[in-house]
């Protein structure tokens, strides 16, 4: 059976796109028929991110200038430079959305305000899965989307069947995160979704192992000096990211340290499949083969 999974957040950078492109390849090594969908029609970034410019784009064909053959683009070359994917691989198609302002504006005005042009445009998003199951024997559905409340977003959520709420745990991720989970993911979980906390950027593999913070939080530690001390020993980021899932009633599916060696590079490419034995990819890997998202 296929499944879908959804790529969310509150707020921009958050990493979900990297963690969503680099499961996408990692499940295509493994012998899985993977679709990928730029759905973030706000700020796309798949094609940069693949250096790909198609012939048409998930634009036009919402638009109904387009068929689904001619959006998606059989990118399986791409991962087998690096994992030799052999007769035993799965495929990677992935769905570009144009990041041209006008093309925006026209989905936006296609949306519309009336209910009626919503729906059809949730129908065409429905019809678009559908496709992706019957014509690409998709075993995963990997979708990319914006982040926020949004229309595009609603939708997007609304074709998954797992969705994966990324975040940092800074103080507006984690309000965000609350208010998303109350006011929204609770809909989707009546009608039969999963959804999951991921946490991106955990601190740990580098930063120390005992932060700092300026001394007007804490009291001032002797060995530090006079303008930074040592947060406390129950201070947690594990522990911090448990009560939230309590809070929120959403499983902890994974806690991605921040590894700076990907936050910080000029350009980040398929970690999993360049880099193996990177912790990143050890924890992408754990990823692709938990429980909750088996076909």
């Known amino acids: 059976m296929t499944q879908s999974i ?3 957040s509150y707020k921009g950078g958050t990493g979900k796109t990297t963690i969503a492109c680099n499961l996408a390849a990692m499940l295509a090594t493994k012998g899985y028929n993977v679709s990928m969908l730029d759905l973030d029609v706000y700020a796309p970034s798949l094609h940069a991110y693949f250096e790909k410019t198609p012939y048409k784009w998930i634009n036009d064909l919402l638009s109904d200038n387009a068929k689904i053959d001619d959006v998606m683009v059989d990118m399986t070359s ?20 144009n990041p041209q302002k006008e093309e925006v504006y026209k989905l936006e005005g296609g949306g519309g305000k009336q209910a009626n042009a919503k729906i059809q445009l949730l129908r065409k998003f429905i019809q678009l899965r559908e496709d992706l199951i019957s014509e690409y024997d998709s075993d995963y559905i ?13 939708n997007s959520l609304a074709i998954a069947d797992t969705l994966f709420l990324t975040l940092k745990l800074g103080d507006l991720d984690i309000e965000g995160t609350r208010k998303m989970a109350n006011d929204i993911y609770g809909s989707f979980t ?14 740990g593999y580098c930063v120390p192992n005992t932060p700092i913070v300026p001394r007007n939080n804490h009291h001032r530690s002797e060995e530090e000096g006079n303008d930074a001390v040592a947060l406390p020993p129950q201070y947690d980021e594990a522990d911090l990211g448990k009560s939230l899932s309590d809070e929120v009633s959403m499983d902890l599916i994974s806690a991605i340290p921040c590894y700076c060696d990907i936050q910080f ?5 398929l970690t999993v499949l360049q880099y193996p034995n990177h912790p990143f990819a050890k924890q992408l890997e754990k990823l692709a083969t938990a429980k909750q998202i088996k076909v």
């Open 142 to 154: 990997i979708i990319d989307t914006s982040p926020g409340i949004r229309f595009w977003s609603i």
């Open 190 to 203: 009546k009608f039969g979704a999963k959804s999951y906390l991921l946490l991106n950027r955990v601190g």
């Open 265 to 269: 590079s000029r350009k980040e490419f």
């Open 78 to 97: 791409v991962i087998e430079e690096y994992a030799g994917l052999g007769k035993k691989g799965g495929k990677l198609w992935i769905g570009f959305s």
């Open 6 to 8: 959804a790529f969310h």
